[in-house]
């Protein structure tokens, strides 16, 4: 029969050593998450890069007047005029249910407008929706804008020109 002192002896070193491993793998996790950095979306839409030492910069920066000259040329050039809206055009009618879904996220058909005519410096009645295709997750919309027939996406509540990564 073995002596109870070195029994509890070796019941402690187990506990001892359990707790360890449970303290090491904690602090092992601790540190990888404290380390990362995050990227998030402020109010207006712009991407913000959350650094680890507690500094922070914008992703998106904003444009300098000769990038804004370039860009507003690009999008004044028509691209094929007969494939826009018609005076007597009427917009299609969106699913209601998944626009009140969307509401919440700032991704309803009325702020994919507002986002198209912040990018091609025009107001959202000059935005026109030729056809669309449309689920809770994703969507595709087809404006014309200026004359010009222009792709947007929807993915979650994420509202991006079609072929752009961010």
């Not at 303290?23 to 650094?51: E, H, P, W």
């Not at 998944?98 to 000059?126: F, M, P, W």
Request: proline residues 2%.
């Amino acid at each position: 029969m073995e002596n109870p002192k070195l029994f509890t002896v070796k019941i402690t070193k187990q506990i001892i050593m359990k707790n360890y491993f449970l303290g090491l793998f904690l602090l092992m996790c601790f540190i990888s998450t404290a380390q990362n950095n995050y990227i998030v979306k402020t109010d207006d839409g712009r991407r913000v890069l959350l650094k680890a030492d507690y500094t922070w910069e914008y992703i998106d920066l904003e444009k300098t007047p000769n990038d804004s000259l370039i860009a507003n040329t690009a999008i004044t050039k028509p691209l094929k005029k007969e494939t826009c809206a018609t005076a007597d055009f009427t917009e299609p009618k969106l699913n209601a249910k998944i626009q009140s879904q969307l509401k919440r996220g700032r991704a309803t058909i009325k702020h994919v407008k507002a986002k198209v005519a912040k990018d091609y410096n025009c107001n959202t009645d000059e935005v026109i929706l030729l056809s669309f295709k449309e689920q809770k997750a994703k969507a595709t919309y087809n404006f014309c804008v200026k004359g010009n027939n222009i792709t947007y996406k929807r993915i979650g509540n994420s509202i991006l020109k079609k072929g752009e990564l961010f």
